[in-house]
Protein backbone atom coordinates (compact mmCIF):
# COMPACT_ATOMS: atom_id res chain seq x y z
CA UNK A 1 0.00 0.00 0.00
CA UNK A 2 1.00 3.41 -1.13
CA UNK A 3 2.12 5.57 2.13
CA UNK A 4 0.21 8.89 2.98
CA UNK A 5 2.30 11.87 0.78
CA UNK A 6 3.42 9.62 -2.00
CA UNK A 7 2.79 8.78 -5.34
CA UNK A 8 4.03 5.81 -7.62
CA UNK A 9 5.67 7.55 -11.23
CA UNK A 10 5.12 5.76 -14.02
CA UNK A 11 9.02 4.45 -13.03
CA UNK A 12 7.44 2.76 -10.35
CA UNK A 13 9.34 5.16 -8.41
CA UNK A 14 7.97 6.30 -5.32
CA UNK A 15 8.08 10.34 -4.52
CA UNK A 16 6.53 13.02 -2.37
CA UNK A 17 3.54 13.99 -3.70
CA UNK A 18 3.80 17.61 -3.77
CA UNK A 19 4.81 17.65 -7.33
CA UNK A 20 1.20 16.32 -8.19
CA UNK A 21 2.73 14.63 -11.36
CA UNK A 22 3.81 17.64 -13.01
CA UNK A 23 6.43 17.05 -15.02
CA UNK A 24 8.24 20.26 -14.99
CA UNK A 25 7.59 20.06 -10.70
CA UNK A 26 8.74 16.36 -10.88
CA UNK A 27 12.01 17.35 -12.67
CA UNK A 28 12.91 20.07 -10.00
CA UNK A 29 11.69 17.53 -7.32
CA UNK A 30 14.06 14.90 -8.82
CA UNK A 31 16.61 16.92 -9.58
CA UNK A 32 17.04 20.12 -7.11
CA UNK A 33 15.01 19.92 -4.29
CA UNK A 34 16.89 19.07 -1.35
CA UNK A 35 20.41 18.50 -2.95
CA UNK A 36 22.81 20.59 -1.01
CA UNK A 37 23.77 24.09 -2.54
CA UNK A 38 26.94 26.56 -1.86
CA UNK A 39 26.61 28.78 -4.99
CA UNK A 40 26.34 32.11 -3.29
CA UNK A 41 23.88 33.46 -6.47
CA UNK A 42 21.68 30.08 -5.93
CA UNK A 43 21.33 30.92 -2.47
CA UNK A 44 20.38 34.58 -2.77
CA UNK A 45 18.33 33.59 -5.47
CA UNK A 46 16.57 30.74 -3.76
CA UNK A 47 15.90 32.96 -0.55
CA UNK A 48 14.37 35.59 -2.99
CA UNK A 49 12.41 33.75 -4.81
CA UNK A 50 10.74 32.25 -1.61
CA UNK A 51 10.08 35.82 -0.43
CA UNK A 52 8.00 36.18 -3.63
CA UNK A 53 6.40 32.92 -3.25
CA UNK A 54 4.61 34.25 0.13
CA UNK A 55 0.81 33.65 -0.72
CA UNK A 56 1.54 32.03 -3.99
CA UNK A 57 2.51 28.33 -4.73
CA UNK A 58 6.32 27.59 -5.64
CA UNK A 59 5.09 25.98 -8.92
CA UNK A 60 3.74 29.65 -10.10
CA UNK A 61 7.49 30.66 -9.11
CA UNK A 62 9.33 27.66 -10.43
CA UNK A 63 7.41 28.50 -13.72
CA UNK A 64 8.43 31.73 -13.97
CA UNK A 65 12.14 31.25 -12.54
CA UNK A 66 13.92 31.86 -15.90
CA UNK A 67 11.96 35.32 -16.16
CA UNK A 68 12.86 36.43 -12.42
CA UNK A 69 16.68 35.61 -13.08
CA UNK A 70 16.09 37.67 -16.56
CA UNK A 71 14.92 40.47 -14.66
CA UNK A 72 17.58 40.44 -11.82
CA UNK A 73 20.70 39.77 -13.54
CA UNK A 74 20.93 36.53 -12.83
CA UNK A 75 20.53 36.75 -8.81
CA UNK A 76 23.85 38.57 -9.23
CA UNK A 77 23.82 39.98 -5.83
CA UNK A 78 26.62 43.01 -6.46
CA UNK A 79 24.82 43.92 -9.60
CA UNK A 80 21.26 44.03 -8.13
CA UNK A 81 22.41 45.67 -5.54
CA UNK A 82 23.01 48.76 -7.66
CA UNK A 83 19.68 48.69 -9.04
CA UNK A 84 17.85 52.25 -8.59
CA UNK A 85 14.12 53.63 -8.66
CA UNK A 86 14.50 53.17 -12.59
CA UNK A 87 15.03 49.22 -12.27
CA UNK A 88 12.43 49.08 -9.52
CA UNK A 89 10.03 50.72 -12.29
CA UNK A 90 11.24 48.63 -14.50
CA UNK A 91 9.86 45.43 -12.52
CA UNK A 92 7.08 46.60 -11.45
CA UNK A 93 5.90 46.84 -15.12
CA UNK A 94 7.59 43.11 -16.33
CA UNK A 95 4.85 40.36 -16.68
CA UNK A 96 6.97 37.98 -16.55
CA UNK A 97 7.66 38.16 -12.48
CA UNK A 98 5.39 39.03 -9.59
CA UNK A 99 4.60 42.47 -9.51
CA UNK A 100 4.70 43.09 -6.05
CA UNK A 101 6.73 46.04 -5.24
CA UNK A 102 7.50 45.14 -1.83
CA UNK A 103 9.32 42.05 -3.26
CA UNK A 104 10.78 43.62 -5.48
CA UNK A 105 12.03 46.38 -3.29
CA UNK A 106 12.57 43.78 -0.56
CA UNK A 107 14.93 42.07 -3.22
CA UNK A 108 17.13 45.04 -4.03
CA UNK A 109 17.11 45.36 -0.12
CA UNK A 110 18.49 42.10 0.66
CA UNK A 111 21.24 42.13 -2.44
CA UNK A 112 22.95 44.83 -0.46
CA UNK A 113 22.99 42.82 2.43
CA UNK A 114 24.24 40.05 1.09
CA UNK A 115 26.80 42.32 -0.12
CA UNK A 116 27.64 42.87 3.71
CA UNK A 117 27.14 39.28 4.54
CA UNK A 118 30.11 38.14 2.21
CA UNK A 119 31.87 40.94 3.21
CA UNK A 120 32.01 39.44 6.95
CA UNK A 121 31.96 35.59 5.85
CA UNK A 122 33.66 35.46 2.91
CA UNK A 123 30.39 33.91 1.54
CA UNK A 124 26.89 33.58 1.86
CA UNK A 125 27.06 29.19 1.74
CA UNK A 126 29.33 29.93 4.98
CA UNK A 127 26.78 31.83 6.48
CA UNK A 128 23.77 29.59 5.86
CA UNK A 129 25.51 26.56 6.09
CA UNK A 130 26.29 27.41 9.62
CA UNK A 131 22.56 26.87 10.95
CA UNK A 132 22.85 22.94 9.35
CA UNK A 133 20.58 21.41 11.87
CA UNK A 134 22.63 18.83 13.88
CA UNK A 135 20.95 15.27 13.98
CA UNK A 136 19.57 15.87 17.51
CA UNK A 137 17.52 18.60 16.41
CA UNK A 138 16.05 16.68 13.48
CA UNK A 139 13.01 14.07 13.66
CA UNK A 140 13.65 10.34 13.44
CA UNK A 141 10.81 9.58 11.04
CA UNK A 142 10.09 11.59 8.03
CA UNK A 143 7.03 11.06 6.68
CA UNK A 144 3.80 13.44 5.80
CA UNK A 145 1.97 13.83 9.37
CA UNK A 146 5.98 14.97 10.54
CA UNK A 147 6.15 17.51 7.57
CA UNK A 148 2.87 18.79 7.61
CA UNK A 149 3.84 19.87 11.66
CA UNK A 150 6.27 21.36 10.90
CA UNK A 151 6.35 24.68 8.12
CA UNK A 152 9.02 25.79 11.01
CA UNK A 153 11.54 24.57 13.44
CA UNK A 154 13.81 26.01 15.98
CA UNK A 155 16.62 26.62 13.56
CA UNK A 156 14.76 28.01 11.12
CA UNK A 157 13.42 30.51 13.91
CA UNK A 158 16.91 31.87 14.60
CA UNK A 159 17.72 32.03 11.23
CA UNK A 160 15.29 34.49 10.69
CA UNK A 161 16.33 36.15 13.40
CA UNK A 162 19.27 36.36 12.40
CA UNK A 163 18.46 37.88 8.84
CA UNK A 164 16.14 40.06 10.45
CA UNK A 165 18.86 41.31 12.44
CA UNK A 166 20.99 42.05 9.71
CA UNK A 167 18.31 43.91 7.73
CA UNK A 168 16.88 40.89 5.46
CA UNK A 169 13.35 41.12 4.60
CA UNK A 170 10.50 38.58 3.81
CA UNK A 171 13.02 36.17 5.43
CA UNK A 172 10.13 34.56 8.08
CA UNK A 173 10.48 31.21 9.58
CA UNK A 174 8.54 29.40 7.10
CA UNK A 175 10.22 31.65 4.54
CA UNK A 176 13.29 30.20 5.78
CA UNK A 177 12.75 27.01 6.48
CA UNK A 178 11.41 26.12 2.80
CA UNK A 179 14.93 27.61 1.34
CA UNK A 180 16.54 25.58 3.93
CA UNK A 181 14.54 21.99 2.59
CA UNK A 182 15.30 23.28 -1.11
CA UNK A 183 19.07 24.05 -0.60
CA UNK A 184 19.66 20.90 1.09
CA UNK A 185 20.28 21.96 4.52
CA UNK A 186 17.96 19.55 5.27
CA UNK A 187 16.67 16.38 3.66
CA UNK A 188 12.82 16.67 4.04
CA UNK A 189 12.00 13.86 1.46
CA UNK A 190 9.64 11.29 3.00
CA UNK A 191 11.32 8.33 4.35
CA UNK A 192 9.04 6.41 1.21
CA UNK A 193 10.66 8.52 -1.34
CA UNK A 194 13.36 7.15 -3.87
CA UNK A 195 15.24 10.54 -3.75
CA UNK A 196 14.98 10.50 0.28
CA UNK A 197 18.27 7.81 -0.08
CA UNK A 198 19.75 9.82 -3.18
CA UNK A 199 20.09 13.34 -0.85
CA UNK A 200 21.05 11.77 2.28
CA UNK A 201 23.87 9.81 0.30
CA UNK A 202 24.96 13.78 -1.03
CA UNK A 203 25.08 15.05 2.20
CA UNK A 204 27.31 12.82 3.41
CA UNK A 205 29.64 13.59 0.77
CA UNK A 206 28.89 17.01 0.58
CA UNK A 207 31.95 19.61 1.74
CA UNK A 208 30.69 22.02 4.16
CA UNK A 209 31.65 25.97 3.25
Not at 20 to 49: M, N
Not at 67 to 91: C, I, N, W, Y
Amino acid sequence: MTKPGIIIGEDGRGRCAWHGGLEDYRRYHDQEWGRPVTDDFRLFEKICLEGFQSGLSWLTILRKRESFRAAFAGFDFDKVAHFGEGDVERLVADAGIIRHRGKIVSTINNAKRAVEMREEYGSLAKFFWSFEPAASERPLVMDLETLRANPTTAVSVRLSKDLKKRGWTFVGPTTVYAFMQAMGLVNDHLDSCYCQAEVENLRLRFKRP
